[in-house]
């Protein structure tokens, strides 16, 4: 039985990856070198942080921040973040359409990007932003 920490994060991996076609999306994987041309996006776990409990019966909510991480790598400034621009614009317009993500949160809502740059020798620029994302769920136990 997958927990409901796990489904809040796989159902936000599997809305990005089925519904942000172009780009590629991963989970957890480390920072490239390469970004592939139409974009990197790498989902984090991020922090569950405390849970606000009630009693009677016990439930535990939480509001899970999660991270996006949108990658883009092109040699020119002003192509480099149009593309960034464009990918974040697909990140927010497909999550915007499942707030719930398919059923796997109650609620879903994305913070303010924070965005760097990485040179890398030999090889175009690489922009990035990195958005948090609260997934707001309840569970029954901390663990499951």
């Known amino acids: ?45 991020g922090d569950v942080g405390e849970p606000e409990v009630t009693l009677s ?11 996006i991480e949108a990658l883009v790598q092109e040699a020119e400034q002003p192509v480099r973040d149009e593309a960034l621009d464009s990918l974040l614009r697909s990140i927010g317009e497909t999550l915007a359409l499942n707030l719930n993500l398919n059923g796997a949160v109650d609620y879903l809502h994305i913070g303010s990007p924070e965005f760097l740059s990485e040179t890398t020798s030999g090889a175009p620029t690489i922009k990035a932003a990195v958005v948090p994302v609260y997934l707001e769920y309840t569970t029954t136990n901390p663990l499951i």
């Open 1 to 45: 039985m997958t927990t409901t920490r796990e489904l809040a994060l796989a159902g936000l991996f599997l809305c990005l990856k089925d519904n942000v076609p172009d780009a590629e999306v991963l989970r957890n994987a480390p920072l490239p070198t390469k970004v592939p041309d139409a974009g990197l996006i790498i989902v984090r776990d």
């Open 57 to 67: 019966p016990t439930r535990y909510h939480y509001m899970h921040q999660a991270e």
